[in-house]
Nanobody, 126 residues
Framework: VQLQASGGGLVQAGGSLRLSCTTS????????IGWFRQPPGKEREFVGA????????????SYADSVKGRFTVSRDNTKNTMYLQMNKVKPEDTAVYYC????????????????WGQGTLVTVSS
């Protein structure tokens, strides 16, 4: 599975931004998906993830406390694309954001996955 993230850029604090991550080489259907981020000078950290199961119309999700209520992970399996909707962004959300896919929600949330996108930079100005 090859993942390509996009949508990063400069956004003012309080604004919104939507990141996308498209797969190639394999369908997104069948994988739990998620997002991590790496702030400047810090370690990579978990942002959010959602599960997958055959025929599901709703998904189990998990979010870091720092983004809960502001960020939403979603997926469109027909487009082989996952999204990270970022609302009410804060300067501390500035980071390189990475998408990832794995076999289970736990695998994704614990970063025990093989498939990672290249990262897209989000800068939040105050």
């Amino acid at each position: 599975v090859q993942l390509q993230a996009s949508g990063g850029g400069l956004v003012q604090a309080g604004g919104s931004l939507r990141l996308s991550c498209t797969t190639s080489g394999s369908a997104l259907d069948g994988y739990a998906i998620g997002w991590f981020r790496q702030p400047p000078g810090k370690e990579r950290e978990f942002v959010g993830a959602i599960s997958w199961s055959p025929g599901a119309t709703s998904y189990t999700d998990s979010y870091a406390d720092s983004v809960k209520g502001r960020f939403t992970v979603s997926r469109d399996n027909t487009k082989n694309t996952m999204y990270l909707q970022m609302n009410k962004v804060k300067p501390e959300d500035t980071a390189v954001y990475y998408c990832t896919a794995g076999s289970t929600l736990y695998t994704v949330a614990s970063a025990k996955t093989r498939y990672w996108g290249q990262g897209t930079l989000v800068t939040v100005s105050s």
